[in-house]
């Protein structure tokens, strides 16, 4: 992108540029870009965040965390109406976490002669002091004279220890603009070469209009499932309170996961190119919410800041169940702790080219060029394979018995972010 007074979202030349918050404030989010024009700000804020922000699981999320709107005012997860079990006349609304009766319509009591002596309605406690106006206007409408007839007010209790029915509406689809808002403005704020892509300018359309049916022809998950939280469980302690962003290249196409909270999980395809990376990149966006900081970091460079420490070990090759057993009983061989002292099969001590070239491998291994990365339980283990030396052996300081190393094993313990 190449000029700044270019708004990200309608793709012009504005001179207002207001401040948008990509993971919207009201559910936590610190996280500010300046390019984007008022108009489309405003947009954004009615017809794509409100999307996120108004879904019922946010609602539960932000008064779990306490968390105030724009208005100062923390949501109650659960409204709308209710229903009594066996009273089916009876409807109920929530306010504010309280059930309130609404006022049933009033009707008529007639007297076996078919005479009108007078008419009843049900109403909830709470109302007890508007019972008389609601009767008199009733009465008045049915073309009656309210004078004529007495209030008389009954207290029942119809709803201790009943279970009252409701719906709550669970959002499956419109709330996924609001996610691909937040991973369009932060490929575009992170990579701003990324604004020049076919799939950004597609994008950026879809979120001009608040085009939801659009979304669906994207390549986006369904939201709920637990892609970051069971792939980087390793990495992440995510107890922790925040929402995660998540920029990476996968099978050659730009990926952004997003993590809110526990409540939404996505993955969207933003491009069909991954080179706007390099290989391996991982920008992650860490929006906590408790402390109200939004720090963002490479993956890799974060993990390697974050190792405690470093066991290196060797895999060795097994012919026998006597040596199995050495190797697992407290195995100490020459050069422990030091430099290894490297033989030949023949039990001769290998000159120090051999020497300089296995050290060579481990320092490899240090530079993440090992054949197997994984992440177990907050360990890196890298196993370096020796394919192009020629076979070498440890020996025993105990039984003077030789040992050959098939792989140099490093374990990097490191603390999850
Ligand atoms: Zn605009």
């Not at 691909?180 to 001009?208: C, G, N, R």
Request: with cysteine.
């Amino acid at each position: 992108m190449k000029n700044k007074n270019i708004c990200i979202i309608c793709r012009k030349a504005k001179n207002n540029m207001t401040e948008e918050h990509v993971i919207p404030d009201s559910l936590g989010g610190h996280y500010k870009i300046y390019n984007v024009c008022k108009g489309c700000n405003d947009s954004l804020g009615g017809d794509v965040d409100s999307t996120l922000v108004n879904h019922n699981f946010s609602k539960f999320f932000r008064h779990n965390e306490q968390i105030k709107g724009e208005k100062g005012k923390i949501p109650f997860p659960i409204s709308g109406y209710f229903q009594h079990p066996t009273r089916t006349d009876l409807k109920y609304k929530m306010c504010h976490g309280k059930l309130r009766q609404l006022p049933t319509p009033p009707q008529l009591i007639k007297n076996n002669d078919g005479e009108i002596i007078g008419a009843s309605c049900s109403l909830d406690i709470s109302d007890k002091n508007d019972a008389n106006a609601i009767m008199k206007k009733y009465l008045s409408r049915q073309g009656l004279d309210p004078t004529q007839f007495y209030t008389q007010t009954e207290e029942t209790i119809v709803h201790s220890d009943t279970t009252f029915s409701g719906k709550l509406n669970i959002d499956i689809r419109d709330f996924k603009i609001g996610l691909l808002k937040i991973a369009y403005e932060f490929a575009v704020d992170k990579v701003p070469k990324y604004f020049d892509d076919p799939m950004a300018i597609k994008i950026s359309e879809i979120l001009e209009t608040a085009n939801i049916s659009e979304v669906e022809k994207l390549q986006i998950s369904t939201g709920f499932e637990k892609i970051i939280s069971k792939n980087f469980d390793d990495f992440f302690d995510f107890e922790k309170k925040r929402h995660l962003l998540w920029l990476t290249g996968v099978n050659n196409c730009l990926i952004c996961f997003i993590r809110l909270y526990g409540l939404f999980e996505i993955s969207i395809k933003l491009s069909d190119n991954s080179s706007y990376l390099k290989e391996w990149d991982m920008l992650i966006c860490d929006n906590n919410f408790k402390n109200k900081k939004c720090v963002f970091y490479n993956l890799n460079n974060k993990l390697t800041n974050n190792i405690k420490n470093t066991y290196i070990s060797f895999e060795h090759h097994v012919s026998s169940r006597q040596e199995y057993n050495e190797l697992q009983n407290n195995f100490k061989y020459e050069g422990q702790g030091k430099e290894p002292k490297l033989y030949n099969s023949k039990g001769d001590v290998f000159p120090n080219a051999i020497h300089i070239a296995f050290n060579n491998k481990i320092k490899e291994a240090f530079n993440h060029k090992a054949d197997t990365i994984s992440v177990v339980n907050g360990f890196l283990t890298q196993i370096i394979k020796f394919d192009n030396l020629p076979p070498v052996f440890l020996k025993s300081v105990k039984t003077g018995n030789l040992f050959r190393v098939t792989a140099i094993k490093i374990e990097e313990e490191f603390e999850k972010i």
